[in-house]
């Protein structure tokens, strides 16, 4: 499947607008829905709200059926209230250690070549309501994450544009949006805007993109309109929506959110030092059956899911139905795209009545496993842990 | 006061030894105590407790009276259990990016050259209590600072013993001080050491002490013993008690306590950036009267305090007893000594009946002086903005 003319048949299959997508790419089959007696989600199959105000709206996992996640399937994540921006008045600055800073307006930057590219966001935080004892933050289950089609301009060709001084080290997007952050601590210092940076080298890196479509259609203002940054392979929080501006700096950022926020612990001769979150790590979720889901027994039940790895492909997945005890392939049913998940089924055949407990682990091209046990020192973030799903087989 | 002269017959008068500084460095006069007609400390003139374990313990700054805090007198700032540690089994490690990775034990360490030096410690969330609204953290009013004599080996000296590599950027130190925070956010991942790391410029500069002696004995356990850190003019978070170990590194560190704690924004653009705190800035503080004093009216009262400024030195004091409508200039009462306070007093002509409001400011060799309002950027640190004190004169 991850064959060459595999991915170049597929890559054909994905139409340039949000209708076809939803024709062209894999969907997981619909027969296994019958099966399941009880769903926890009690018919609202759009968003689970984890906060109101700033608006956080996690998917519904378990409405997920195809490749392509759509615009209105897909997770919400906002740090302050959504600003309201219009593209005639919008612009982009690009200044610091460049040497033609610059000012960029929407029907600029829509007329410039342009790439589009597959690629999955995933919250850095998603899977935070698995962790025991319980962390500050929204509380994401597995739908902190979506699969979709992005179209924008390379930053490569912008950055050539205003010309990168030598001595520059990073690259800072900051977000039209802005406020105080007072809970969870630490607190912001009054307001400040979403801001995060990137290297140099990775913001020159052909495949980050200043976005303006999303599934082949205009971005929508939830998602970042008129414009957003896309870093795929990068957990969401790397993809700064609203954006506002572009500045280049002599010495490396250290953000509020990407140093008292979104930042992990590394050891050196059992020291801990603060990174920032950057790359999404190897894992897979169940998103069938769901959580406290009943399904019936008698009949061979497709347990299915998605597997993603962040900028590796993945190479396997597996399924147990055992809590761990033995473990068996799952079959992978859609082709390696980079960025993108892969999404997975597995036949339980016809499982006995009773509890049951289902846990999948994917592997990547690099050879990295999700582990067993959660790692503290990814404080609330990379939550990449098996987690079991506990399902009861009436 | 401040000349070369003055300087040299003060530092003469600095003997070896506690009981001997007692006598030979200045001490406010006793007079004005006769007419504080009350007093919050209610008889207790040793510590006020701010939390348990780890042991916090602030100085009563009311009981303060000389140039020297003695090491009873002298608050204690603990992250964690206070470790026990013997002189005999104690060795410091010097290790990473140096050609000869060493191991010095208290026998090797005491019999080097050494030095002898006043320094105020200043605890960074010094003041924390005034902060409206509350921050997190211990709730230090103005005790949480002191002003001693440390004796011990140039850092120097150790680190040329070791050797530095070219690479090398950062010194970190580890205190033999562990355990995991739980409470305030962020959490520790984990057990932890204490440990901070200066620049290896700063670590080579001549004042930076592998102290062993305060006020002319022993370092106390409480204060580090057998060996702690001492970084003149930084705050008192940069002089690791119980050190341990000594590690060069080849990137800049970014220890638990200086990103997540312990660190505060600088504003570039308007988007904060975090950075550690390291220098202390310039400061006063009123220790008489205290907080909620009553005094006799119909005398002349001395209002008295102290003032520092880090690295740099104090220049004057102003004092203002209408709540900052006008300033009058303090009588600056000991020399300037680097690295260590200014005791100063302002003699208050025959305050009336009723409640005023008393302000201290001071200002610094480089022309700082204390901002009237409190800056967010500073996080919960470096509460230097001047602090009222409200008494009634009866």
């Known amino acids: 499947m991850s064959t060459g003319l595999a991915r170049r048949q597929f890559l054909r299959n994905i139409a340039t607008t949000a209708a ?8 997981f089959a619909e027969q296994e829905h019958s099966a399941v007696l009880t769903s926890a989600s009690s018919g609202n199959d759009g968003f689970i709200i984890r906060e109101m105000e700033p608006e956080n709206l996690e998917s519904s996992v378990s409405a997920f059926s195809s490749f392509i996640t759509s615009a209105d399937q897909f997770y919400v994540r906002n740090h302050f209230k959504q600003p309201e921006l219009s593209s005639a008045n919008w612009t982009l600055a690009i200044d610091g250690a460049v040497s033609h800073p610059l000012q960029i307006t929407y029907a600029e930057l829509t007329v410039m070549r342009s790439r589009t590219m597959v690629s999955l966001l995933e919250c850095a935080g998603n899977g935070r309501v698995f962790l025991v004892p319980r962390e ?9 994450m979506g699969n979709a089609e992005w179209t924008g301009i390379p930053l490569a ?3 050539k544009l205003a010309g990168i001084k030598s001595t520059a080290v990073d690259v800072i997007f900051e977000g039209a949006d802005s406020g105080e952050l007072t809970t969870p601590n630490p607190k912001s210092p009054g307001v400040i805007p979403f801001a995060r940076s990137l290297p140099i080298s990775e913001a020159n890196h052909g495949d980050v993109l200043l976005a303006y479509h999303m599934n082949g259609k205009q971005l929508p203002p939830t998602h970042g309109f008129p414009v957003r940054l896309i870093v795929p392979g990068w957990y969401g929080m790397a993809s700064v929506k609203w954006l506002k501006r572009i500045t280049l700096t002599e010495k490396p950022f250290d953000g509020y959110f990407q140093s008292l926020q979104y930042s992990y612990f590394e ?13 999404i790590s190897v894992k897979s979720a169940i998103i069938a059956p769901g959580f406290a889901h009943k399904i019936a027994r008698g009949h061979d039940f497709k347990v299915r899911g998605m597997a993603w790895a962040g900028v590796n492909d993945i190479t396997s997945v597996e399924v147990s139905t055992d ?10 049913i859609s082709p390696t795209i980079r960025y993108s998940w892969r999404m997975w089924e597995f036949t339980w055949p016809a499982p006995s009545a009773g509890k049951h407990t289902l846990m999948a682990r994917a592997t990547d091209s690099k050879g990295n496993t999700q582990a067993m046990e959660r790692n503290k020192d990814y404080r609330s973030y990379e939550i990449t842990h098996v987690i079991p799903v506990i399902v009861e087989v009436l």
């Open 136 to 144: 500050d933050g929204a509380q994401w289950a597995n739908g902190g």
């Open 323 to 332: 809590a761990g005890k033995t473990w068996n392939p799952a079959q992978l």
């Open 267 to 279: 050891r050196s001769n059992g020291i801990p030092t603060v990174l920032p979150v950057t790359t």
């Open 157 to 159: 060709d912008v950055l």
């Open 20 to 27: 076809a997508l939803a024709v062209a790419t894999p969907a």
